[in-house]
Nanobody, 119 residues
Framework: QAQLVESGGGLVQAGGSLRLSCTAS????????MGWYCQAPGKQRELVAV???????NYADSVKGRFTISRDNAKNTVYLQMNSLKSEDTGVYYC?????????????WGQGTQVTVSS
């Protein structure tokens, strides 16, 4: 099996920036897509950004131009640089990785990290 550990959440004022990190470890043969979801209070978890193994990025419309997703394949790590944060960006951010753990390929999730943007 594999594990994902996130870091970098916290409290920030509107207009500020945060950088989230998520590192995969354990039984990993290869990692395909990696990405981030956000679950705002009282809402369903929604996709924020995804990056494929080849580096193609896709973003939710609400974060285009403000957030940047990147990855370091040597470190099995995905990052989310969040700039110009708004109060509506508040939520728990979960990373995921679609990876081959030796007995198959499936999506693994991190434990979530809280991001709170004060207005």
């Amino acid at each position: 099996q594999a594990q994902l550990v996130e870091s970098g959440g916290g409290l920030v004022q509107a207009g500020g920036s945060l950088r989230l990190s998520c590192t995969a470890s354990g039984s990993i043969k290869s990692i395909n897509a990696m990405g981030w979801y956000c679950q705002a209070p009282g809402k369903q978890r929604e996709l924020v950004a995804v990056i494929t193994g080849g580096g193609t990025q896709n973003y939710a419309d609400s974060v285009k131009g403000r957030f940047t997703i990147s990855r370091d394949n040597a470190k099995n790590t995905v990052y989310l640089q969040m700039n110009s944060l708004k109060s509506e960006d508040t939520g728990v951010y979960y990373c995921y990785a679609l990876l081959d753990y030796g007995m198959g390929t499936r999506r693994f999730w991190g434990q979530g990290t809280q991001v709170t943007v004060s207005s």
